[in-house]
């Protein structure tokens, strides 16, 4: 068994949480300038939020691959509380993109385009989302996790003077409370059998077979709820309709993209290093309990649920924000299809695929939202009749919808098609034809609402030929979106995939 080294050195350290003191760093820009700047200027606190955001997005791209040099190899820094690797990587580009995309949003929506303080909020939790996606140690996991979540209850309540915002806020609050409650019993109760805090040292005390099995499994079970609520999964969705509907739209944006994407980060490491599978039990020394089959059929139940029910329900919403949340319930269980593959594929495809699938998630949702906020605001309206004829008032917005929802349908030569491919992929290989098929008909259903919405833009007569304004902010995040979707959908296809390779495999690293 091959194991991660605990380092305490002040540049290692610093290179692994420098995507956080930079936003830190930002945050405190923001709110500086706030204060400073006269009424007029303060409409630039979102460029600089927003474009700070993907610039640290970039930045994390471009010189994240230092965890690969030999001089700073995957380890536990800081005390073991986070993992500098290629998983947390490649989730915090994402988390950061998403961020950055929803402060840009963020610059058309009057009541929040000039808040310092709402742009400020905004960055606190991508920063908490970004420490999620690195996690190592129960509390991390704990101190992040708030740190998102707190954050979002507020932004998502921000609009107080709008009843469906604060509506949306106190529904997030309430349920994410209930559900964080289960989250930390579940984690107390692991620290308590055990009395470690590091999640792989966790996992070799569970997996050695000493400890009685009831209290363990109460406790995945407790952890898992917490991870369920996080991404939308059923049963406990109940919240995703309500929020997204009542939540500001940047801020519906953010939480389909970035707190998905975090949450899955941790599912993945959380449940592979505490409870390993049976293929890799045998390296770890003195293993005789896995614990996996659990967690695997749960997410198998919980993914075929999930796809069902959000397709089903989709079918019948007029407005486009419904819509979007139950269709994200139902990329929740496609996501959960590739983590119930995980557990009998040692080569990392299902973690692969996953991770693969968020990402073109993170960039079809962020554009789809766009064109949402862009549409309610020519209109004032985000009821789905009245997109009729957005082909004819602004041809390239209705053709940037399209592209989203035909990425989220897993149609090419969007990204969603390499993405759904590569989950079924995975699902087979781990002989798990039944929840192929459960997907392959639920992939048929959604997309017939996806392509409803497409017959009204194009095949409907509008109710007015003005067109619709674009801004700068969000020429920007239409055009990298719609690049990123249709790049990794064809001639970036295999860059990307060997990146979310070298994120599965560094899943198994502590393992082998």
Known sequence: MSELTFSTDTLASVIAILPEILMVILAVAVLTLDMVWGKHQRAAVGYLAGGGLLAIAAIVWLFGGLQQAEALPDQLLLGGMVRHDALAHIF????????????????DVPKVRARG???ALLIVSVIGGSLVSAAADLIMVFLALETLSITLYVLAGYLRDDDKSTEAGLKYFLFGAFASAFSLYGLSLLYGLTGQTNIYKLGQILS???????PIVLAMLLVALGFAFKISAVPFHFWTPDVYEGAPTPVTSLLSTASKAASVALFLRFMLAVFPPRELLGAVTGATRDYSVLWVELAAVMAALSMTLGNILALVQTNIKRLLAYSTIAHAGYILMGIAAISTNKSGDGAAAVTFYLFMYVLSNALAFAVVILFANATGSEEIRDMAGMSRRSPWLALAMTLALLSLAGIPPAAGFVGKFLIFRATVDASLEWLAIIGVLNVIVALYYYLVVVKVMYMEMPSSEEPVTVSVPYRWVLALTSAGVLLFGTVLVTPLLNWAMDAAHALYVVLL
């Open 208 to 214: 050695s077979g000493t400890l009685n099995d009831p």
């Open 92 to 107: 915090r580009v994402m988390v950061i993109a998403a961020g950055g995309f929803a402060s840009l949003m963020a610059m």
């Open 117 to 119: 303080d709402f742009h």
